[in-house]
């Protein structure tokens, strides 16, 4: 059906054009700009956490050649300068390895949307406000921290684990909530959820 049939048409009370009147499918296109935001995002947090990763992959290969440097081999029972960088070697490797499998989470992650009255869950992008504020806050699966800055608003990764995100987990736009801020509790409404 052209637009201009469309047009002749609508007024008879015939039905509309189930993709709209371009054609296009303009429903089924806005829908798909939101998950591909969501994966831009996504991408962004991933961008994030592989930097911090090359930060501590650098830190433990400094760590580590301090480590086994002979200028740090222990020269009394006393000396420990040897042993403490190979322990802080030790600790940035893990650090590694728990970003490496961030990072490995959210690339499988889906970027799904959330429809009007669904529950909050893993994926989900939040807006509360709170005191006058929004605030805006992505479920990841890990990674919890990390900010990122994405269509203009800061972004902070929250996990299930976290004491916010457990009070969010299931929660609905429109619900609100008890948080604590600064040792005094507020009321925080969830204003949307994408």
Known sequence: MSVLRFAETAGRGLPALPNGPDGKGTAKYSRRREVMNKRTLIRKIVARLTEELQVYFRAANASRAEATHEQNKAEDKYDTRGLEASYLARGQSRQSAEIESAIAEFEKLAARRFGDGEAIDIGALVELEHGGE???????????????????????????????????????????????????IRTAEIVSVE
């Open 134 to 184: 929004n605030s805006f806050y992505f479920l990841g699966p890990r990674a919890g921290g990390t900010e990122v800055l994405h269509d203009k608003k800061e972004i902070l990764v929250i996990t299930p684990q976290s004491p916010l995100g457990e009070q969010l987990l299931g929660k609905k736009s429109g619900d609100k909530l008890q948080l604590k801020f600064g040792g005094e």
